[in-house]
């Protein structure tokens, strides 16, 4: 019955000696044994030497994320602005909207005198001659009804061309996009114009 508890310990003696005889032959030989996971590169030891976990700085690495983050807003305003398509909202996104935008902007649209000449009633309010005050309004709401029949007849056109073009009926949300776009003034459209006035669309 003793002789049974001996023999376990016994038998484990040398197999851990000789674990041990491996290890140090493999050191001698210059092998470094197995670890159980990759050793990382000499680049990887050094780039993790040098970025702490926490910097050292919160401040200035606040500044700095600040800044960046600038930046990127600054590079999508002006992607935006130029008409990149990755930089573009849903609204804008499509080639049916980028061909309603060059429609627009290769001809002159009644709509866009329309805030000038809002700027200029409103200069002649302040005049004591009402005779010219009725005036200024009177060819205000002319230019007004004007403006609204000629965005009409134009997104008449579009709609047929859009048909004709691309095959499919006109997107929702194609009336206000026309018309919004006929009411500004050309040089505060977004995205930008990327045709010049006459050019054939």
């Known amino acids: 019955m003793f002789g049974r508890n001996k023999t376990p310990e016994t038998s484990q003696a040398p197999t851990e000696a000789i674990a041990v005889d491996l290890d140090k ?11 159980g996971r990759p050793t990382p590169s000499r680049r990887e030891a050094e780039a993790a030497r040098r970025k702490p976990l926490v910097p050292v700085d919160r401040k200035a690495a606040k500044k700095q994320s600040r800044e960046e983050a600038r930046k990127a807003r600054l590079e999508q305003r ?19 909207k980028a061909f309603i935008r060059d429609y627009i902007d290769s001809r002159w649209n009644f709509g866009e005198i329309l805030l000038p000449l809002m700027l200029v009633v409103l200069v002649l309010t302040v005049l004591p001659n009402r005779s010219l005050q009725m005036a200024a309004f009177f060819f205000l709401w002319l230019v007004v009804l004007v403006g609204i029949v000629d965005s009409v007849l134009v997104l008449r056109r579009i709609k047929k061309q859009i048909r ?23 040089m505060g459209r977004r995205p930008m114009p990327r045709v010049k006035r006459g050019d054939k669309i």
């Open 78 to 96: 002006e992607a935006f602005a130029r008409g990149d398509e990755k930089a573009l909202p849903p609204r804008d996104k499509g080639p049916v």
């Open 164 to 186: 004709e073009r691309f095959h499919t009926e006109p997107p929702r949300g194609t009336t206000s996009y026309t018309i919004m776009r006929a009411f500004q003034l050309r």
């Open 25 to 35: 032959d493999a050191a001698k030989a210059g092998v470094t044994p197995k670890k």
